[in-house]
Nanobody
């Protein structure tokens, strides 16, 4: 089983910065894509940024030019958030998609972290 743990959330004033980190753990797995999603109160979960195994990165229009996603190895992913706005306030979730070798079979997985709160005050 692949587990994801996020860290780095918190409270920051508008215009400030935060860096989120996500670490994957487990055994016998390979990650194809990792991404950050967020969910604000009363809203649906939305994609923030996603990095594929080929290295391409997709960003939500609302964060382009302010957020930067990066993977420092096959199991970790960061999200540098600059020029934060109150509308960025949400719970941020890490997601990983890939395959895991379990009981002599390769199985697809889609794992989520527990989420980390980001609050931006005006």
């Amino acid at each position: 089983q692949v587990q994801l743990v996020e860290s780095g959330g918190g409270l920051v004033q508008a215009g400030g910065s935060l860096r989120l980190s996500c670490a994957a753990s487990g055994s016998g797995f390979s990650i194809n894509a990792m991404g950050w999603y967020r969910q604000a109160p009363g809203k649906q979960r939305e994609l923030v940024a996603k990095i594929t195994s080929g290295g391409s990165t997709n960003y939500a229009d609302s964060v382009k030019g302010r957020f930067t996603a990066s993977r420092d190895n096959a199991k970790n992913m960061d999200l540098q958030m600059n020029s934060l706005k109150p509308e960025d306030t949400a719970v941020y979730y890490c997601n990983a998609e890939g395959v895991v070798f379990d009981r002599s079979l390769f199985k697809a997985f889609d794992s989520w972290g527990q989420g980390t709160q980001v609050t931006v005050s005006s």
